[in-house]
């Protein structure tokens, strides 16, 4: 009884020490691979609230790691078939009704996509938080009842990004993304994103609903639902092509 009690303390000691040594860079690792899996298909519904109107927009999204990512649009009617391709760091857009295959060049990665409040930059670098900041961990704050990390990432200095800080909030035991904040070069709060409602996919818990939130600017909003999400399906890189984004449905 002795032994069982002593091999039992020596089980909680390891997992307490391996949480506790965890750095602020393989959170945010854990956080990343949480979301992104081997692969995987999603289906998304976008309402972009304004003011004086809402907008929805439905699209299927596959992607393969962090560099891999295609968005095929199929509503509204006259979206459908607009297929967007982000290869590492650089974004295609094939329109069918024109024909025409568009590599976004950098004076557009700023726009805002589709008229919401996520710009092509965000869709590029969304999964660059670490290779892109340097992580610090701020300390630990509770959002809607998960104990958090609250992370700080600073840009390198050779990284290309927009943002002067990025703050993370990502769960403890789950590793999930509840928050984040996008500072300018002034360091003042200009984004905020929050994320809520855990879903089971597949495998996975996940939050499936993300709010983007422009502080400065009321009653402004982009809300993102994932209906379906399933992962490691069997795709390889030459999905990811630009032929393949005249064909795919």
């Avoid at 039992?8 to 393989?26: M, R, V, W």
């Avoid at 459908?80 to 295959?101: A, D, H, I, Y």
């Avoid at 992580?135 to 600073?154: A, R, S, V």
């Avoid at 600017?217 to 984004?245: A, P, V, Y």
């Amino acid at each position: 009884m002795v032994f069982i009690f002593f091999l039992f303390s020596l089980f909680l000691k390891i997992n307490f020490t391996n949480a506790q040594d965890l750095s602020a860079l393989q959170i945010v690792q854990k956080s990343i691979n949480l979301i992104n899996g081997r692969t995987n298909f999603g289906e998304t519904e976008m309402t972009i609230v304004r003011p004086k109107y809402e907008r929805s927009v439905s699209m299927k999204t596959w992607s393969m790691g962090e560099d891999y990512f295609m968005i095929y649009i199929t509503k509204p009617a006259r979206d459908n078939g607009q297929v967007f391709l982000k290869r590492s760091k650089e974004m295609w857009n094939w329109m069918p009704t024109v024909s025409r295959m568009i590599k976004i060049p950098s004076s557009m990665m700023a726009q805002n996509w589709m008229g919401s409040d996520f710009t092509n930059d965000d869709l590029v670098k969304m999964n660059s938080l670490e290779k892109d900041y340097e992580q610090k961990i701020l300390g630990e704050e509770e959002i809607d009842g998960y104990p958090c990390y609250k992370i700080e990432l600073i840009p390198n200095p050779e990284s290309a990004v927009v943002w002067g800080k990025v703050v993370i909030w990502i769960a403890k035991e789950h590793f999930y993304q509840l928050k984040t904040e996008f500072f300018d070069e002034d360091m003042e709060i200009v984004n905020r994103i929050e994320s809520s409602e855990i879903r089971q996919f597949g495998t996975r818990k996940l939050p499936s609903k993300m709010v983007m939130i422009p502080v400065n600017r009321k009653g402004q909003r982009t809300i993102l639902l994932t209906k379906t999400l399933e992962f490691d399906i069997d795709i390889d890189q030459d999905f990811f092509s630009q032929q393949n984004m005249k064909r795919i449905r």
